[in-house]
């Protein structure tokens, strides 16, 4: 297995939903698809998507919801077959 790493394409505010009263876009032990968003990140009222990257299972979130994050930041880890990825 590898691990891949979600990073933060800006630096921001992290949003773990999509807003307050939804569910998580994905949580610990789910699987994603390369294209998957795992959060948005925020900054001056303009949202920008964050996508998994690899497909695989969304093994930690570094990041908590609201946390300030700069750019280039691992936000979560996801954990691949290693085929394919990146």
């Known amino acids: 297995m590898t691990r891949h ?6 630096p921001g505010v992290f949003y773990r939903k999509p807003d307050p009263e939804s569910e998580l876009f994905t949580d610990t032990g789910r699987s994603v698809g390369a294209d ?6 925020e ?3 303009s949202f ?3 996508p998994a990257g690899a497909a695989g299972t969304v093994v930690e979130f570094l ?3 609201e946390a300030e994050v700069d750019a280039g930041q691992v936000v979560a880890v996801v954990e691949t077959d290693g085929a ?3």
Request: cysteine-free; proline content about 4%.
């Open 48 to 50: 920008h998507e964050v």
């Open 36 to 41: 998957d968003t795992v959060g948005l990140v």
């Open 5 to 10: 790493e979600v990073v933060s394409p800006i």
């Open 63 to 65: 990041v908590e919801n």
């Open 84 to 86: 394919g990825t990146e």
């Open 43 to 45: 900054v001056m009222k």
